[in-house]
């Protein structure tokens, strides 16, 4: 295979990981609930080698990442104090204002490479200064614009005193499951001073999603960014004449791992001010942002701003990057027109606002064609899930987009709000556009999710009783590599399923039970799949859709409610439920089911 300096030296969009920030940023290919409270642990089943792991939310396990290091990559971290820390960038206005399908489709199918430089910085998203985990040195991280027939070349330069990974969130990776980036599953980290490649295409896939750390906790400190993949013959309702990128994403002041490590202390979150805060109770957040910029306390003067133009169509790509809190979205005075969940479109459907759960994205129309003057853009932070209350916390953020008016106007603050003669989205009433029937199932599973207390007095995520933690150093998909039998290759501890590799096409049918009186945002790596029933209680035979269901690769399980998802297994992958709660990634449930196939594929890629 080539090296990575060899593909670099093809492309005439190349430039150095170490440039001024401000200018890598804008070369774009280069592109760039208490045992009776609710409680949203955020818990995402990932498919990876066909692996339905948690989604990686921020607080995981992990050593805590908190040495500086310079920005030369061959610098060797120095200890705080020998030098001064280095500061947060805010991204420039064209890691959030796209090229757009109809620019980008007009250029030819090529290799798109990328250069992301991991280390640790100073920064003040929301006002208040804290240490944060940043790519570029700038948060949210570089934008990935691409076509759906184009190659994604990364080369990851890991500067943080521990290992590190990249994610590709809802990317198929078909045939390259390696570079799914989830640690201890299809990967090792990347030891600190040391490079990745993540090399691959994109197989079809299209839409918004995001990237992310998989690695601990580390991307609820910043390792994150959008990623935005174009059909080109993909027709919306309506045309567009522009499209942004608008990350949501809760905030937390203090480091990840110092939360998670008290979380998962005995005593739990105690301490001044928590004295009715029980083990078990997550770790509530302080505030949140809207492309990387908030207001907490009395810093309320900075704001995500776009000047758009007059009587046009926008497409804006919302996503949920954060680590534990829903958000709710809306724009004074305009309906919203939902157009695409988790790269699936749907039929046009008009709301006031809408929710989007940890790790969800979706795409809604806006048109310009009110008043001219300037709107608040309305990120809440839904307290549905705090069993705690955060003092001084800050959850209605804001941003700003104008039009017909200078680009230095600001909203007149009024309670106006939403569009109060629409309702709010319902994920009932999503229907895919393109309609597709799932086919009869023939493997069937059930898995049952539960946070429980162990002997020892710790609070841990477990699916049909099994809590799993990652091993260092080790992957299950390297495992597999050397393996001829599943026993012979895993850990009897581990509790993984094997879908059979026959003549017939393997479509699999998982009932999901939340025992757990939080909701459940859950993830599939490496699929989409058909959400065939969702319900109060248990499953036990209730009826299913069989008729153009909902597909998707992140949904909410609610408390005490089932699921019953399906989806075609036709990718070699791992795949592993896992709690999704920035703090459960590290503690988490872990099924992980892989394809008898996986064996014979990693073989010929040996080869």
């Given amino acids: 295979m080539d090296t990575y300096k060899e593909f670099k030296q093809q492309a005439d969009d190349s430039a150095s990981a170490l440039d001024d920030v401000a200018s890598l940023s804008q070369q774009q290919p280069t592109e760039r609930r208490t045992r009776s409270r609710r409680r949203r642990a955020a818990a995402v089943a990932t498919a990876l080698l066909l692996v339905a792991v948690a989604l990686g939310v921020g607080l995981g396990v992990g050593l805590r990442h908190r040495k500086s290091v310079a920005d030369d990559a061959s610098a060797t971290i120095a200890p705080t104090s020998q030098r001064a820390p280095l500061a947060v960038q805010t991204p420039p206005e064209s ?27 100073d920064g003040a998203p929301d006002g208040f200064n804290k240490s944060m985990l940043v790519v570029n040195g700038m948060y949210p991280g570089p934008t990935i614009e691409a076509n759906v027939d184009d190659r994604i070349v990364v080369n990851v330069t890991n500067l943080l005193p521990n290992a590190t990974t990249i994610h590709w969130h809802g990317l198929y990776q078909r045939g390259t499951p390696w570079y799914d980036g989830t640690n201890a599953i299809t990967q090792c980290g990347i030891p600190p001073g040391a490079s990745m490649i993540y090399n691959f295409t994109l197989s079809g896939w299209y839409g918004s999603t995001w990237w992310h750390s998989h690695y601990s906790t580390q991307y609820t400190d910043g390792i994150s960014g959008a990623i935005v993949i174009h059909n080109r013959t993909q027709e919306l309702a309506e045309p567009v004449d522009g499209e942004l990128s608008i990350q949501l994403s809760d905030l937390y002041h203090r480091f990840s791992t110092d939360l998670l490590h008290q979380y998962l202390s005995r005593a739990g979150m105690t301490g001044q001010g928590l004295e009715g805060v029980t083990q078990g109770n997550e770790p509530v957040p302080d505030a949140g942002t809207i ?63 809408l929710t989007i759960d940890v790790a969800q994205r979706y795409s809604v129309l806006l048109r310009t064609n009110q008043t001219a003057g300037a709107y608040w853009m309305r990120y809440t932070v839904s307290q549905d899930a705090f069993t705690y209350t955060e003092n001084g916390g800050s959850y209605d953020i804001r941003g700003v987009l104008r039009y017909g008016v200078g680009a230095s106007a600001l909203p007149v603050d009024s309670a106006t709000g939403a569009d109060l003669s629409l309702q709010s989205m319902d994920t009932s009433r999503l229907v895919p556009a393109e309609a597709q029937n799932p086919p009869p199932a023939n493997n069937f599973y059930t898995f049952s999710l539960s946070m429980q207390n162990t002997a020892d007095n710790h609070w841990l995520a477990f699916v049909n009783s099994t809590s799993w933690s990652p091993l260092q150093g080790q992957a299950t998909l390297l495992d597999q590599w050397a393996a001829t039998t599943r026993g012979a290759s895993t850990n009897d501890s581990q509790l993984i399923v094997t879908i059979p590799d026959a003549n017939e096409t393997q479509v699999v049918q998982v009932v999901y039970n939340n025992l757990d009186d939080g909701d459940h945002p859950f993830h599939l790596h490496g699929y989409k799949f058909f959400i065939m029933g969702q319900g109060a209680g248990r499953y036990t035979g209730q009826a299913l859709n069989e008729v153009n269901p909902m597909r998707r690769d992140t949904a909410l399980f609610p408390a005490y409610t089932y699921a019953v998802i399906r989806f075609i297994a036709d990718n070699p992958f791992n795949i592993l439920p896992q709690a999704q709660a920035a703090l459960l990634e590290n503690a988490p449930p872990v099924l992980q089911e892989q394809c008898a196939t996986i064996r014979s594929l990693n073989a010929a890629a040996a080869a």
């Fill in 95 to 121: 890691n959030f204002v796209l090229k757009g399908q109809t620019a980008m489709s007009a250029e030819a199918p090529t290799t798109r490479y990328y250069d992301f430089v991991v280390q640790q910085r």
């Fill in 291 to 353: 492309n990387g910029v908030g207001q907490w306390g009395n810093y309320t003067s900075a704001y995500s701003n776009y000047t758009l133009g007059s009587n046009s169509t926008y497409r804006l790509r919302l996503a949920n990057t954060g680590s534990f809190a829903a958000a709710s979205f809306s724009v004074d005075d305009h309906p919203l027109i939902v157009v695409e969940a988790d790269g699936v479109l749907v039929e046009p459907y008009q709301v006031s606002s």
